[in-house]
């Protein structure tokens, strides 16, 4: 069986705590290189990981791997992929894979002129219980969608990280909103299978901060649907991702991917006693993500991550952030802005879609 060749840029806490593990068992993929800015960290883990080429840089791993697991800051995606791809390396991009949509297109033409493929790692969708709600919501078993509501969060003091990148506006390029919100939007938008009609934003800043530590996110799809997701730095909001239908019910656990508590009207193993929580595979997103991204470059096969629901994310994030500075703005200049910021909320997301 032929496997891909990977090495890994940019060695901080994703990929030392979730990404080599998915590596070490992942039978389609050999890790050959990692890099790090900070070389003689990456030679630390290299070595723990039986990894034996090690780089500071991106760049010596063209022509040497078939595909790139890029984990560097928010800002730093976008240079480094488009250099790959235009080079023909296949990238693995951490979320966000860029901060705007514009560094989003810039990778999509790289990936279209260099032939390296590019999936944006929205981990969440890998979970097998949020895998296994799409598959119930294309079944049928809940109706039509009503409802959806998710949360994601904790003390950023807890939070495991490396560096502080998500301090700094210039590497972070957003807050908790880009970090966490985008994992519960990107659900949000996969499940609804549709980009949204419109949205509202609403957020705060812990004291010592320059970003949004805490935002709510509104999304209204088309048919009716809504979204209500939150997002925290400095508390933990119920990590649960709920969707509510015409016929029922489903809730997945995004801190235990195994577990999914569901009831439907249509669903015959509910029948006898309503309510009922199924264990489900116990791989990690990280492995099953991994696993699809190296089947889909080596069978020649579609992501499961779309280009056009990347956009969406991302139209959806500018929005708000586009929200929040009409806000910041009608703040600042009295009644007649606040008109334009109601306006801005309620404005239809442009430019989503294929
Ligand atoms: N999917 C998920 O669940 C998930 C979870 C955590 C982080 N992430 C994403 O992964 C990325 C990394 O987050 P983290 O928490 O591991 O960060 P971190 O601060 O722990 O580590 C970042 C690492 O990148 C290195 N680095 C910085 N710039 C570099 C460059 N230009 N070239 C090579 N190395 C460079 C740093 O030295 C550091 O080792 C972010 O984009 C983050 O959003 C995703």
Not at 334 to 340: E, F, T
Request: net charge negative; aromatic share 6%.
């Amino acid at each position: 069986m032929r496997k891909l060749r990977m090495g890994v840029v940019g060695c901080g806490a994703v990929v030392t705590i979730h990404h080599l593990p998915a590596f070490k068992r992942c039978e389609r993929v050999e890790l050959v290189a990692l890099a790090d800015r900070d070389r003689a960290w990456a030679a630390k883990v290299a070595q723990k990981a039986g990894v034996h080429e090690v780089y500071d840089d991106f760049t010596p791993m063209i022509g040497r791997v078939d595909a790139v697991l890029l984990a560097t800051p928010n800002t730093t995606h976008a240079a480094i992929a488009c250099r790959l791809l235009e080079a023909g390396v296949h990238v693995l991009c951490e979320k966000p894979m860029a901060t705007t949509r514009a560094d989003a297109e810039r990778m999509f033409a790289a990936s279209a002129t260099g032939g390296g493929r590019v999936m944006a790692a929205h981990s969440a969708r890998f979970n097998p219980n949020v895998t296994m709600l799409k598959d119930i919501l294309a079944a049928g078993w809940l109706g039509d969608v009503q409802e959806m509501s998710g949360g994601l969060g904790s003390a950023y003091a807890v939070a495991e990280r490396r560096t502080e990148f998500r301090r700094e506006p210039g590497l972070a390029g957003g807050g908790v909103l880009v970090d966490l919100g985008i994992h519960l939007i990107d659900v949000a938008v996969w499940l609804a299978g549709a980009p949204p009609i419109a949205v509202d934003y609403d957020a705060s800043c812990a004291d010592g901060w320059c970003l949004e530590t805490d935002c709510d996110v509104a999304i209204e799809f088309p048919r009716g649907a809504c979204a209500s997701l939150s997002a925290s730095y400095t508390h933990g909001p119920d990590p649960t991702f709920t969707v509510r239908g015409t016929a029922g019910w489903a809730a997945a656990s995004l801190y235990v991917p195994s577990q999914l508590t569901l009831f439907s009207e249509r669903a015959r193993i509910c029948r006898r006693s309503g309510i009922q929580r199924l264990m489900l595979d116990d791989r990690t997103s990280y492995q099953l993500q991994l696993e699809h991204f190296a089947d889909a470059i080596l069978s020649d096969r579609d992501f499961v991550v779309r280009a056009d629901e990347v956009r969406t994310d991302l139209d959806i994030i500018e929005r708000c952030y586009e929200i929040d500075r009409a806000r910041a703005g009608a703040a600042r200049s009295g009644p007649s802005h606040a008109a334009d910021a109601a306006r801005a909320a309620d404005t239809v997301a442009e430019g989503t879609g294929t």
